[in-house]
């Protein structure tokens, strides 16, 4: 274990003086050998059955115990503190409402493995990758609902958006009815930034309020509106499910109201893009958190807690110790 993990000096200057430290030494040893002598002898035969005593054996404990509570004090100096930060987000962030179609026709598959799933899985990509931004979710077909209000938990968030499957509300494409549920959850936010993205595979066709409707309001509110129009050219596969179990694939034409959709982004102050595949709609998100890269207003609070008082102790411990023996059991011996 690290004994400085997470730990912090507020007078790091004070690590110069272990500078001291050699010096110490250097100067204990040069004592050491002005004041102990040599002798010259022809053999040492008669010095070999003669004992060292204690205080030769542990006369430089004293050098040990001040080295040890000199470099104890100068970490106490230094002041380490433990530091506990965290921060407080205010409401001038990003809102993101993701609204997603869910009708029958995004069952798709030209995507991977359809247009829901391409669709669910690149968005949860894009929501990990803000982590400091509020985001919620709609889902609509022939009508539309809140699946998860604007949040920063977004491990919740991810898992109510993988939960959505076709089917969940009665079919159609209900696209005004979709942006106007997401507007309203954006309508009272106080961001920097309030964002819709929209996406869909078809032509609005159910719901009391029109898309343009719906895109006027959003633009009283301030909210931007980036529509994406899933399909390939053409027609697409779709699987179709006898009543024996059996799935039979039957292409049917792409219809992407891209006129509508345009005009909803041109009045938000937003864009339109259309995706053919899960790599063009994987560049869309991408080129959208490009876009939306507002600077978040964050509030930084720091509780510093003093650390030194244990080092400040052990510095007092080891150089007590060290005058305790020197007057006691090291009394006479080199100091």
Known sequence: MNLFKGIEFASPGFFWL???????????CWRNKKLYGTLSVSAIKG????????????RHYAIVLRVLGVSA??????????????????TEGIDIMIATDISGSMLSEDFTP?????????????INH?????IGLVIFSGESFTQCPLTIDHDVLVNMFQGIKNGMIDDGTAIGMGLATAVSRLKDSQA?????????????????????????????FGVRVYTVGLGTNGSAPYPFKTPDGVIHYQQIPVEI???????????????????????????????????????IAVT??????????PFAILAAVFLLIEFFLSITVFKGALS
Request: glycine content about 6%.
């Open 18 to 28: 272990f500078i001291i430290i050699p010096l110490m030494i250097a100067w204990y």
């Open 130 to 134: 803000r982590p400091n931004d509020r």
């Open 47 to 58: 010095f070999a059955t003669s004992r060292k005593n204690i205080n030769y054996i542990t």
């Open 73 to 90: 004090l100068i970490i106490a100096l230094a002041r380490p503190q433990t530091a506990l930060s965290w921060d407080n987000e205010t």
């Open 192 to 220: 920097k930034s309030k964002v819709v993205i929209l996406l869909t595979d078809g032509v609005n066709n159910m719901g009391s309020i029109p898309p343009i409707t719906a895109a006027e309001i959003a633009k009283q």
């Open 114 to 126: 359809n247009r829901l799933e391409a669709g669910k899985n690149i968005a949860i990509d894009f």
């Open 257 to 295: 109201d891209e006129g509508t959709l345009s005009k909803i982004s041109s009045i938000t102050g937003g864009q339109y893009f259309r995706a053919h595949n899960n790599q063009e709609l994987q560049g869309i998100y991408t080129q959208i958190d490009k876009l939306e890269k507002v600077k």
């Open 300 to 309: 930084q609070y720091h509780k510093k807690t003093e650390r030194y008082l």
